[in-house]
């Protein structure tokens, strides 16, 4: 699993990966199906440029599952640079409950 992908999360439409903004969904979609042929075990690296980029993170994590990538194959960047899987973010940030 050496081969990284970063989708940055520019702002709440709009992804940038390998250099290129996408902002429907489709789009996405036909990069990271694109992804998977090339490497079904590719490791996508969600890196939004502000926490508060919900609805665009979501977009990345609705279209990365729709799409078939492995969710143990998904990984948050941090503010601080850290790299983590969804596991350890909820571990380090547990919900309160509801």
Known sequence: MDNQIKAVVLDNETILIDD???V?????AEALKSA???DPNFILV???MRSEY????GK???TSQRVGVPIENLRYA???????????LRART???PV
């Open 20 to 22: 290129r903004k996408l």
């Open 24 to 28: 429907e969904n489709e789009a996405l």
């Open 36 to 38: 998977l042929q090339e």
């Open 46 to 48: 969600i890196a939004p």
């Open 54 to 57: 919900y609805k665009g993170i």
């Open 60 to 62: 990345v994590l609705y």
């Open 78 to 88: 941090m503010e601080n640079g850290d790299v983590v899987t969804f596991d350890a």
């Open 94 to 96: 547990p919900a309160e």
